[in-house]
């Protein structure tokens, strides 16, 4: 019985040290995160997106990060709680919740990356409020035919806003999330090189895509439809995102270039 009781003894020492040691190692992540939601806390956007990854600012602009905070509770931000950790040499990992000045919870997942020696924030993720139904919750990637569809539904979209120089009907059919990182006049300023060269995607009505590989659901939910259209004198190319909001997916994330 005494050498039992000095075993598990030892492993509750042991156990103890493993976390002192996790906690050591992410304290670089724990810190940046602090210090972006602090600068949050004082609706100092533009600091706050100095602690955001070089990827993260690609993809997503200053205004985008400021109208997706102050669209969620997570501009109301009170105090940070993290239930799990992770790190690599490059990659870091928080997932725990945020809690509001009001007294609300938020869940959040952060990602962060190594640059230059220091931690960036690479991506923020924020659980859906809301009801789903469970057997909702997994999807699987639609039929090619569909595919095929969602495909040629969103380029013609694309061009008729291309044409009319105007994204407000295209903005109105978004993802959620989307339409909350960003404006009908972003996406205008984003395509505003095709209108002003009077590209015309129309032309692209009748044709089959092409995908350079098999239609998938990435680590984060969305359906990636990667291809193009073998247009001449220049193909087509797109790289399409989609994010399931019951009852259908949504366009998430679009990219077309001609080349």
């Given amino acids: 019985m005494k050498k039992l009781l000095i075993g598990l003894g030892v492993i509750a020492v042991l156990v103890i040290i493993a976390l002192i040691f996790v906690f050591r190692l992410t304290s670089g992540i724990v810190d940046v995160a602090d210090q972006f939601f602090k600068a949050v806390q004082a609706k100092d956007f533009s600091e706050a997106y100095t602690y955001v990854a070089e990827d993260f600012q690609a993809a997503t602009s200053l205004e985008q990060l400021k109208t997706f905070l102050e669209q969620s509770a997570l501009v109301n931000y009170s105090d940070a709680s993290w239930s799990s950790r992770e790190i690599t040499t490059l990659q870091g990992k928080l997932e725990g919740t945020i809690k509001t000045i009001d007294g609300g919870s938020v869940p959040v997942t952060m990602t962060f990356v190594k640059e230059e020696g220091k931690w960036k924030i690479l991506y923020i993720e924020k659980t859906t409020a809301g009801l789903a139904l469970k057997e909702e919750t997994t999807k699987s990637v639609p039929p090619l035919d569909e595919i095929n569809l969602m495909t040629a539904e969103a380029m013609h979209e694309l061009a008729l806003a291309i044409n009319a120089r105007d994204f407000s009907n295209f903005y109105a059919k978004l993802s959620k999330l989307w339409q909350s990182q960003t404006t009908a006049d972003d996406l205008y300023n984003a395509f505003k090189s095709f209108s002003d060269q009077n590209v015309d995607l129309t032309i692209l009505e009748g044709m089959d895509p092409v995908f350079d590989q098999p239609p998938k ?43």
Avoid at 238 to 250: C, I, M, V
Avoid at 251 to 259: E, N, P, S, T
């Fill in 217 to 259: 659901i990435d680590e984060k939910g969305m359906l990636i439809l990667e291809g193009y259209y073998p247009t001449q004198p220049s193909v087509t190319y797109f790289d399409l995102k989609y994010l399931y909001e019951h009852p259908a997916w949504k366009l998430a994330g679009v990219h077309v270039q001609l080349k």
